[in-house]
């Protein structure tokens, strides 16, 4: 993963994916910047967002959970929309 996101910077699904294994190994401030750059990359998919709050969460930074949380939030209701109307 770190060699792809070498090769490509874009890839938010390679960041995100680093991000996740940072967070998994308990590396918070490795995930968080991984996660950054993939919510920078792709800003509106909501599981990147959702697991930028948990690392903000569990390094203690209340604030910045909250907004990360807060567009979760706003996320998942319109992507809910979003498939309602294609049903």
């Known amino acids: 993963l770190k060699t792809a996101t070498g090769l490509d910077p874009n890839l938010a699904d390679a960041f995100h994916n680093l991000g996740l294994l940072y967070f ?3 590396k ?3 995930a968080i910047t991984q ?3 993939a919510a920078q990359l792709k800003p509106t ?6 697991k930028l709050a ?5 390094q203690g930074k209340a604030a ?4 990360e949380f807060e567009a979760t939030k706003k996320l998942k209701a319109a992507e809910f929309e979003a498939v309602k109307k294609n049903n």
């Open 24 to 26: 998994e190994q308990q």
């Open 64 to 67: 910045l959970a909250a907004q």
């Open 28 to 30: 918070i401030d490795e």
């Open 45 to 50: 998919v909501s599981i990147i967002r959702f």
């Open 54 to 58: 948990q690392a903000y969460q569990r």
């Open 35 to 37: 996660l950054q750059r």
